[in-house]
């Protein structure tokens, strides 16, 4: 990046531009900075830039102490990435980024930015839109208020997904498959006229004042970091773990952890030297060949759309057409988010509101803090909270056993990891957590069991995470019940009492487990039937939210995959006694699958009977 300081001239207007920043940031293709600076000049003013935090995270509303609220890991990662922007920001131009706090409602977001327009003279506020509802509502309101109230216009622009959610629909007379995953979306991306935009190099003039706004009033800055550390890591203890994990990741890279210059440092590396690895050893739980990207994707540290230009210009759709597609899935939970606001707690097919899910506060807690006497769970869910991060067969692992073997509610896992993940991401997470609670638009067709081999067949995973068990040899190190007493005493391991947790009694067969979840979900899925939600051959009806798509038959009534055998057929899963589907490991490719025969068949009389309003009532 090419480095310019150049200040505004003496004697420039009041009238200049205020970049908020939200999840964009970042400097490098950054449209809003290129529009920021452009407008400046021709107004002959100053660019300035802040961030509005909301004292409660966006994710979040519950009244826990501070490190449970929902989103406390990602929270640390955006104080962390917050330091880094402001540092780059003094590096790059000069300037620098006015913190600025506020209570968590609407209202005072425009507030401060009002107050802040106002110390700095600007008459413009430009940002980088958001597709969370509720940081979508956040805009909508600071743009009618700032406008009405301040006389402030505002300009919002897309820096974060490759293509607009509200852009996108999926054309139902082309694509006879299942509605809503991966292929139909991808071939409707690409139908788009433009295609995805090229990225914005960063901008060599930027017309920033002389003289700090935010010293001159007492408010915070990025630097020096004690500001933010002190707001966000009150506790020490945890959130100081889970930096402290990530700061040590060298790679032989330079740097601050958290900010852009490590995530194109981590993208240059992961191009270099994993990235032709990837189709074959993704699926492996120590992160050997997947990217450690997410969080800064998540907060805009780095750009998608950067990215994909870097991907492509090193051949990545060739060399890996799973990671090509990466960004496409991520851009598909934006899509269903946007599509199904809610979907972060209700069910995307409606009926499966009516699964009878356990509650069993003692086995949740068991889940969660990695006591579940099944190693390979216990390790991704201490790494999880020891790191904030876990590789995605493992997070799939985790879930299922969750969801398929305890047979709770995905929605209290999918609280959890948003609470622990660094890159606590509410579209994808709840995509993902939807899918592993078989209630989202694409039901897991496989199963990564609680004792499979594939993910990490040296048990090196296991004994970085569960050092009770490093004694054992490597062929029980996934079932160390099948240990001989001897072999557990040579090893120095012990099973249960203060050494390794036996095996959670409700899953001690596993067989067994998955039977209960499997009848649970057919019990509601003959509700379903009898109520029009499922056609002829047995698969699920949705319908299609306004916009979704284009050409559905039904009344927008349309087929989403359904597993073989949830429709009463033989096990839909391949694979035996939990493994894996295979070593690569992906929930996408699922040759053939989404060839599914005729649309709607025999449910169109089923809802000849029923009005939809009357079905969706249900
Ligand atoms: C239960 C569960 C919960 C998850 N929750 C989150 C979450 O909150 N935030 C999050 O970013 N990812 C989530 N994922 C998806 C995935 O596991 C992570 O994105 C991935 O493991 C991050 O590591 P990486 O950056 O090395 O990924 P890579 O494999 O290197 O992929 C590169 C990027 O592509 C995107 N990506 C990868 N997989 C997916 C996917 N399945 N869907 C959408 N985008 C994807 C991410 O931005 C990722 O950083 C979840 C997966 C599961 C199974």
Request: hydrophobic content about 35%; proline content about 4%; charged content about 25%.
């Amino acid at each position: 990046m090419e480095r310019t300081m150049r200040t505004c001239a003496s004697g420039a207007r009041a009238g200049g531009v205020l970049v908020w920043f939200r999840r964009d940031l970042r400097i490098h293709d950054n449209e809003v900075l290129h529009a920021a600076g452009q407008r400046a000049r021709e107004l002959n003013a100053r660019v300035d830039f802040c961030y509005v935090h909301r004292k409660e995270h966006p994710g979040g509303g519950s009244s826990e102490p501070w490190h449970r609220r929902q989103g406390g890991a990602s929270l640390a990662f955006l104080g962390s990435s917050l330091v880094a922007l402001n540092e780059i920001l003094g590096q790059t131009w000069g300037a620098e980024l006015i913190f600025k706090e506020c209570e968590d409602d609407h209202d005072s977001v425009v507030s401060a930015l009002a107050e802040v327009a106002r110390a700095c003279g600007s008459t413009e506020v430009y940002f980088g839109r958001c597709y969370e509802p509720k940081l979508r509502e956040e805009e909508t309101k600071a743009q009618l208020q700032l406008s009405k109230a301040h006389g402030i216009r505002s300009r919002g622009f897309n820096t974060y997904l490759l293509h607009e959610p509200s852009s996108v629909a999926i054309d139902m007379r082309k694509w006879k498959g299942h509605f809503g995953t991966l292929m139909p979306f991808y071939t409707a991306c690409k139908a788009l006229p433009g295609g995805c935009a090229p990225a914005f190099p960063v901008p060599v003039e930027m017309p920033v004042r002389d003289e700090s706004v935010a010293r001159e009033r007492g408010w915070s800055l990025g630097a020096p970091s004690n500001n933010f550390r002190g707001f966000l890591f009150p506790e020490g203890g945890w959130v100081k773990m889970l930096v402290d994990s990530w700061s040590a990741e060298g790679d032989g890279l330079s740097g601050h952890a958290f900010g852009e210059v490590r995530a194109l440092q981590m993208l240059a590396a992961f191009v270099e030297h994993k990235m032709k690895r990837y189709e074959s050893s993704r699926g492996y739980a120590d992160a050997r060949a997947v990217s450690k990207l997410s969080p800064y994707l998540h907060f805009g540290v780095l750009s998608s759309r950067y990215m994909v230009s870097r991907l492509q210009k090193a051949g990545c759709e060739s060399t890996s057409k799973t990671f090509w597609r990466r960004l496409v899935w991520r851009d598909l939970a934006y899509w269903q988010l946007h599509h199904w606001p809610l979907m972060a707690t209700q069910p995307i097919r409606s009926f499966y509101c009516r699964h009878e899910w356990r509650r069993d506060e003692e086995a949740l807690e068991k889940w969660k803090t990695g006591q579940t006497g099944y190693p390979l769970v216990d390790a991704g869910m201490r790494e999880l909270w020891q790191t904030g991060w876990m590789q995605q067969n493992a997070r799939m692992c985790c879930a299922l056993f969750l969801t398929e073997y305890l047979n709770i509610s995905w929605a209290e896992g999918a609280a959890w990891f948003h609470d622990t993940l660094f890159d606590a991401d509410l579209a994808i997470n709840s995509m993902m957590w939807q899918n592993a609670g078989k209630s989202g638009l694409d039901q897991w067709n496989f199963t990564v069991g609680p004792t499979a081999k594939s993910l990490d067949p040296t048990g090196a995973y296991i004994k970085e995470w569960v050092p009770e068990l490093r004694g054992l040899p490597p062929k029980f190190l996934h079932a160390p019940w099948e240990a001989t007493e001897a072999v557990l005493a040579e090893s120095g391991v012990e099973l249960g009492g203060g050494g390794y947790p036996e095996r959670m009694v409700e899953v001690i067969d596993v067989g067994a487990a998955k039977v209960r979840n499997l009848e649970a979900v057919r019990k509601l899925r003959k509700e379903a039937k009898e109520a029009g939600f499922v056609d002829g051959d047995g698969y699920d009806i949705i319908k299609a939210p306004r916009g979704s798509c284009r050409g559905a038959p039904n009344k927008g009534l349309v087929r989403v995959f359904t597993r073989l055998d949830y429709r009463g057929g033989g096990g839909g899963q391949r694979g035996r006694g939990g493994q894996g589907r295979k070593r690569g490991g992906g929930a996408s490719s699922r040759r053939g699958r989404n060839k599914g025969g005729k649309q709607g068949g025999a449910s169109k009389q089923v809802f000849k009977q029923l009005s939809i309003e009357e079905a969706f009532r249900l």
